[in-house]
């Protein structure tokens, strides 16, 4: 046993060596060939060895190729979100073609599958493809997607002007925008522009991206396409337009609403003179063969009396394809709307807004602003989303900006749901910090002791972060900052039930504003204290009816009561406090003469945004101006331009209304007993009055009246401060018979 075992150890070890031997010649005879290996490769390589200029330009070339490897892989990474965005849908026609009606049935404008494409691009007049490939992109069929050469070109001549002159878009850049992206100038929107439009160019061919851009790009006037373009200007086919009113067409892709003929003829003409030049410059055309346009230039048909409210029609659009998400409506998708759609405080609504920054805007240093008027049960009838449409789609009514001051009174409703507060609970101004964060008043300073109603009258910031730390205490919690979290949980599980849907981030300096909030829903939270507590979601469709005239929806009856999210006594007592704002408060440019109104004013850090969000017993109107790209205004408060705009809005809108009380605060009253607004209409704005002049007539029979008075004179244009106003019968067919007049 012993020699047998002896014997396998033996073997073993030998084994062992026999490995060890194994490895130590492989491992030595690698490493001699590799040396041999690298040997040769350094011979190899010395033949190129270079010295002086050339080294320094082999080390460029070196440094050039890591450099293009990481960036290859930057842009891969920038491309990932342009292709989320791109969709092969949105190369395909729209399926949904609505027509949408205002509140008394006259016909507004039309969304979906509004434009034109039956027309084949051989079938379009060659002057006209030529006017557009001159204006917007002479190297179109040069270029892949992206012209270097035109975009390094209008940098030069933009630099050279301190401004912007030329556009270094391709047609397919634009295309890429139109079909995908949205108006918001950003470096994020730019880079995913030039990515779909490398996907756009690999995906279609040249004719069908042109044949895209004529299609689907906005045109004004409410317009999609050249060919919608040539009916709405000129009242003829696109087939059948001339040289001169080819250039007048390819005009309007820069800037739809500024050179519209309708809006501004003289500026439409001289941009289309413009166009005309562009063609000979390219080598389209001749001096002589323009001459004729020249001479001759386009005239469009009389559009001067049509409006088109698109803020609100995108809006409206975007709300019936969420009840057809939701299976509301069934699986027609040509439709025709009736909306709550008011078109005289529509255009109140906007030549408030424009005359008011035209005045006032350059001292303020503020260039936007926005707007929306609803009822209190959440029927919109007006929606400003910005300026001008045709420069910007971006619709602000819609976008999330932070509401300084006019958040407060969720934090208010709050305090008062919890049955902490009352309108007369006395409360302090005085320092509170939560952490290292202190809260500062407008002034700088604090203001005592006062009144519930005071402190929300005068916008003290100190009083609603207290009120958050009173909420969380009242649950039992005793650590300050831990209180002030629960309190702030619970501010935004009102606000939230009150109708805002954007995200409220909780931070320390939620109670005073901080947290974003849009146009549209700061009038819906506003709506429930004006309806009495409810809930008040915004609704564009009064009722929607399918290609056979099938009544297959309507809101009073498809759509569930709408649910009581405050009490009536926390409404009434915060009404009342409100109603203070007004009249004794920050928001007295904002007071009604004859209206008896309540509101907040709102002002964020920075004099970023500035706010005015008010209601009577009959409308709620929420007004924000500011700045797109967030810069700040010269020291402009909710109380200045946005309580001035939302006066100027409210006080037209309510001429001759049978007031409705506000819940919890005493309506006017006239000597005979009579609730009613004054009828003291301004010259400028009685012949577009929304409603009877005096008294309780009803409204359609004081359009009749007006209408027929309107016969006996002589009708002349009416100017506002900001816009001309044309004056005269439109319709003839509203609702149960009358005449409507705009």
Known sequence: MEF?????????????????????????????????????????????????????????ASEGLNVGIAGSLVVLL??????????EEALKNQVFAVTFLDRYGSEIGHRGARHDDSLKLEELPDHLIKA??????????????????????????????????QGGSSITQQLAKNLFLSNERSLDRKIKEAFLALWLEYR?????????????????????????????????????????????????????????????????????????????????????????????PATPVDRKRDTTPDYYLDWAFDEVKRLADNGEIGPDRVLTVKTPYDPAIQQRADEAIESILRQHGPAYHVKQAATVIMDPDGAVRAIVGGRDYGASQF????????????????????????????????????????????????????????????ALAKSINTIPVQMSIAIGKATGETHEARAAKIGRAKIVETARA???????????????????????????????????????????????????????????????????????????????????????????????????????????????????????????????????????????TGGALPAMTWKEIMQFAHQGLELKPIPGVMPPVDPKGATVAKANTPATTTAAATGPGAGHMPRQSFEVLSAVGQMFKTIEPIRSASAPMQVGIRELSPPGGGIRLR
């Open 204 to 296: 279609l061919s040249k004719n069908e991206i042109l044949k895209l851009y004529l299609d689907r790009a906005y045109m004004g006037g409410g317009t999609f396409g050249v060919a919608a373009a040539a009916e709405y200007y000129f009242g003829k086919s696109v087939k059948d337009v001339s040289v001169a009113e080819a250039a007048m067409l390819a005009g309007l892709f820069k800037a739809p609403t500024k050179y519209a003929p309708h809006v501004n003829l003289p500026a439409a003409r001289a941009r289309a003179n413009d166009v005309l030049n562009n063609m000979v410059d390219a080598g389209f055309m001749t001096a002589g063969q323009i001459d004729s346009a020249r001479r001759n």
């Open 395 to 454: 619709n602000r009514a819609t976008a999330a900006r932070q509401p300084g001051s006019s958040f407060k009174p969720y934090v208010y409703a709050a305090a008062l749901s919890a049955g902490l507060y009352k309108p007369t609970t006395i409360v302090t101004d005085r320092p509170v910090c939560i952490g290292n964060w202190c809260p500062n008043n407008y002034g700088r300073s604090y203001a005592g002791s006062m009144p519930l109603t005071v």
């Open 78 to 87: 920038l491309a990932i979100p342009a292709f989320r965005e791109g969709r």
């Open 132 to 165: 557009v490939l001159a204006t917007e992109d002479r190297r179109f069929y040069d270029h892949f997607g992206i012209d270097i050469i035109g975009t390094f070109r209008a940098l030069t001549v933009n630099a050279r002007a301190s401004g912007v002159v």
């Open 4 to 60: 047998r075992k002896a014997r396998w150890t033996t073997r073993l070890k030998r084994f062992a060596l026999a490995v060890d031997s194994w490895l130590d010649d492989t491992l030595w005879g690698a490493g001699r060939r590799s040396g041999e290996f690298y040997e040769r490769i350094r011979s190899f390589a010395d033949r190129f060895t270079v010295t002086g200029g050339k080294r320094v330009a082999a080390e460029f």
């Open 498 to 636: 009150m109708g805002l849907t954007t995200p409220l981030t909780d931070t320390v300096s939620l109670p005073i504003g901080a947290a974003e909030v849009t146009v549209m829903d700061q009038a819906a939270g506003y709506a429930v204290f004006a309806n009495g507590g409810k809930r008040a979601q915004p609704y564009a469709a009064i009722e929607i009816r399918n290609s056979q005239g099938d009544d297959i929806y309507r809101h009073d009856r498809d759509e569930p009561p709408p649910k009581q999210v405050l009490s009536t006594q926390v409404v009434q007592d915060m009404n009342f406090m409100l109603s203070k704002v007004p009249t004794e408060g920050t928001g007295r440019r904002a007071a009604l003469e004859g209206v008896i109104t309540a509101g907040k004013t709102g002002t964020t850090n920075g004099y970023k945004d500035a706010w005015y969000v008010g209601f009577s017993g009959n409308l709620v109107g929420a007004v924000w101006f500011g700045n797109d790209d967030s810069t700040s205004t010269a020291n402009m």
